[in-house]
């Protein structure tokens, strides 16, 4: 199994950025891609972003142009970065592989997008 740690959350104003990390440990060898998902107050889990350990990115049509996906194999972390933050971003993300399979969701880094 290969578990995560979400980081990097945190409360930021509109029009704000931030950077998430997901610190993967385990069985990484089994993996081929990273994702990062969000789940947003009463709503159900979404895709956010796609990045492959050969570097390939892709996005939701939400995360097009303002996040970052990437991957660091020296310390199998991935990292979202979320510019232009909307209150519409507030949501917990979570990290796992793409697309997801069997291993263990973590516990999630809250965003809150908000004056």
């Known amino acids: 199994q290969v578990h995560f740690v979400e980081s990097g959350g945190g409360l930021v104003q509109p029009g704000g950025s931030l950077t998430l990390s997901c610190a993967a440990s385990?069985?990484?060898?089994?993996?081929?891609?990273m994702g990062w998902y969000r789940q947003a107050p009463g709503k159900q889990r979404e895709y956010v972003a796609r990045v492959s350990f050969g570097g390939q990115t892709m996005y939701s049509n939400s995360a097009e142009g303002r996040f970052t996906i990437s991957w660091d194999s020296t310390n199998n972390t991935a990292y979202l970065e979320i510019h232009t933050l909307k209150p519409e971003d507030t949501a917990v993300y979570y990290c796992?592989?793409?697309?997801?399979?069997?291993?263990?969701w973590g516990q999630g880094t809250q965003v809150t997008v908000s004056h």
């Open positions: 385990g069985s990484i060898s089994s993996i081929y891609a």
């Open positions: 796992n592989e793409a697309p997801v399979r069997t291993n263990p």
